[in-house]
């Protein structure tokens, strides 16, 4: 077909002379170990990038309507509202408490929701960008996460309205948010990572972590009361959930989370990372490929 | 000093056909016992690229000349990292600018400078480089009070316009492109050639695939032929040319 092949250097490898700077040992390629390392760190400091992408994300999504992500507020307050009037009925329960245990714990839970159904599509729903330009893969991960902080930060304000409506004062304990964010942020690194490696990989997989999400809302006490369950307390005691809810409800209702909750939480955070860096670090490379 | 070295590159896309996507294929071969191994290997690869040694140093102008499916677009998003190589080894240096889509990241919603700024991140600007750059951009580009409206209400031409000027407003070393980026207004292109012709020169290496033998001609000093995912031919680029030439 190339008539004239063997007058070229197409089968010397071309351009690769016998003093080729290849052939020397400074060409040799970082382990793979410091290639996830790299990607963690360097999508870390682009923070600008995933900071925009994130919020770009939310404008996208309200840009034209007049509330803007203030929907977000609104009908969280309108969920929280129609729910604890109807469960607080049904249960029997003083709204004075029910309420805002109702309202945190809806909160909690969008948060904790939203970053593992995201967390699915990190990377396939970043397609367009993973196959045109460069960036460490960790960019998609935090701008997920950058997004639903957002998106926790606007229906965090129908607490306050709760709060001012029902006097509820939380004092210092309610700093205590603050680390419990860091945690929940942290396991979702790993959890949108590994996740959303796996659902590049296998398809099926965002089906069944969305159902699988849905059920868990109804095992994890959210709209009952874990004091419901007095003689099968290892029902919640078991339900990492249950924890992870904790670490948000519990400040702000004036209570520091157990000691129990922050073990788990920190070992799921730990342990979770060691597993996942170890998947991160074999199956990085191939993400491009499997999109 | 940039460079990009490639040596015994290969790259394989593996096929997974809609069953052995999913994680019940996995599962049932589990559960009936056969070798997964052996089940796994019997996808299909699409063998991209294969033996693919390039050296490009500081002042390599590289056209990438061969037929649809040769592998262009693969090689070059081996170059800007997109792509890690199935096997084989890859050496980089430099800050490099993969002009592959030019609208990447454009949101329509957006007005034209928020447009600049996401366009500008993405191409791995900072903050006040951007905001450094914004009028430059803004004048090249003659939208004027149109920047601060939505790029929904562009035509194609204008959006056009701003990617192409927030793209050459960078400064990288290694130019990666997939086409030469056209501008289609007549009366502006003489302006944009001026432009994308001092852009390239500022980068110390350019690969750029293309179709036009002539384009490829005038702007690269080297070309390599790829078919089937493999060199053919690399170095100068009259030579190269004329051997994909008498094939066509």
Redo the contacts between chains.
Sequence with gaps: MYPSLTNTKADKKPGLGEDSIINKPFFNTPTKHILAINDLFEGLISWRLWGLLGWQDIKQRYRRSLLGPFWLTLSMAVMVGTLSLLYGTLFGLDLDDYLPFLCLGFIAWGLISGIVTDGCVAFIGSESFIRQISLPFSVYIYRLIWRNLIIFGHNIVVFIIVALIFNIWPSWTGLMLLPGLVVICATGGWVSILLGMICARFRDVPQIVASFIQVAFFLTPIIWKPELLVDRIGFVQFNPFFHFVELIRAPLLGNSPNTISWLITLGITLVGWLITFIIFRRFRSRIAYWI | MA?I?L?DVAVD??L?SGAS????T?LLHLGSGGRIGRNLSNRICVQALHNI???LNNGDRVGIVGPNGAGKTTLL?VL?????PSSG???RSGK?A?L??VA??M?T??TGYENI??RG??LGL??SEINSKIDEISEFTELGDYLKIPVRTYSSGMLLRLAFAVCTSVEPEILLMDEWIGVGDAKFLEKAKSRLDDFVSRSQILALASHSNDLIRQVCNKA??I?KGG?????EVT??L??YE??L
């Design positions: 460079h070295y040596e896309f593996p997974y996507r999913s994680l019940k996995s040694s390039l050296e998003r800007s990292g997109v792509y890690e080894k890859i050496s490099i993969a592959f889509d990447l990241g949101d919603e957006a700024t996401m991140m993405l900072s903050r390599v032929l078919d060199i053919v031919a690399y170095g030579e190269v004329s051997i008498k094939t």
